[in-house]
């Protein structure tokens, strides 16, 4: 089972997306595409690091095409060309208008932020104490029922012990998400007991994926939890009210 996007998505993650250089999976522009269209709550998307763009114009397109708050893009662009690549990205996809981008570390970027986020989405430095500063910096303005996701939390070990070890752990975190390498969690006040017992399939089945990844299942129980996680973020996916 494949994660949708809307058919105006899919279009766009074939004819735009795809055209980008970066580490994004389809089924994973698929995923934004859901959560910055139809998540919850009011306020900006907020992405922190967006290198050449490849998830800053999914995360801008499908805002968008629901009529929703745009994208503030954090990065300091410090590699050859990729502040000018990044722009000239998001300029041919004509979401000049929805990308606010701010050319400097996260930690700077906060320093006097007042704007609620609904989407905070973290793909930026991949060492820990650089993922753990984004996500305490940032997740105080996510309001509340918004959604915090993280990029490449298996194969890095920063976003991967941060997961794991802090946000797992944490009540005021409810998993919603695991698409190929993105996991994704929704704040919550008190859990519910059905966001407890989902949580808790999440944790067991992503211990499973890190065994599949590592060819360590065999092929049809790799495929299984694939299909089953993929279907229970679909079921989970928040929806706009």
Do not use: C
């Not at 494949?2 to 074939?14: C, D, K, L, T, V």
């Amino acid at each position: 089972m494949a994660i949708s996007a809307s058919e105006s998505g899919e279009r766009w993650i074939r004819d735009v997306a795809r055209g980008i250089d970066g580490w994004l999976t389809d089924d994973e522009a698929r995923y934004l595409w859901a959560l910055a269209g139809a998540g919850p709550g009011r306020g900006v998307v907020v992405e922190i690091g967006s290198s050449r763009g490849k998830s800053t114009v999914v995360l801008a397109a499908a805002s968008r095409a629901a009529g929703r708050e745009g994208v503030v893009a954090i990065d300091p662009h410090l590699h050859h060309a990729s502040e000018a690549t990044f722009r000239a990205n998001v300029a041919r996809a004509g979401l000049g208008e929805l990308v606010r981008p701010l050319v400097m570390r996260s930690d700077e970027a906060v320093v006097g932020w007042r704007e609620p986020i609904r989407l905070l989405w973290i793909d930026g430095a991949h060492d820990y104490d650089s993922v753990r500063a984004d996500w305490e910096g940032w997740a105080p303005f996510v309001v509340a029922g918004g959604v915090i996701a993280f990029h490449d939390t298996f194969s890095w070990d920063g976003p991967r012990r941060l997961v794991e070890e802090v946000l797992f752990q944490r009540r005021d975190l409810a998993v919603i998400g695991i698409v190929d390498s993105i996991t994704a969690f929704r704040t919550v006040g008190a859990p519910t007991a059905a966001a407890r017992l989902r949580s808790a399939a999440f944790r067991r089945l992503r211990r499973l994926h890190e065994l599949g990844r590592q060819r360590r299942l065999p092929g049809e129980l790799r495929r299984a939890v694939r299909w089953t996680l993929r279907a229970l973020s679909r079921a989970a996916t928040p929806r706009a009210r």
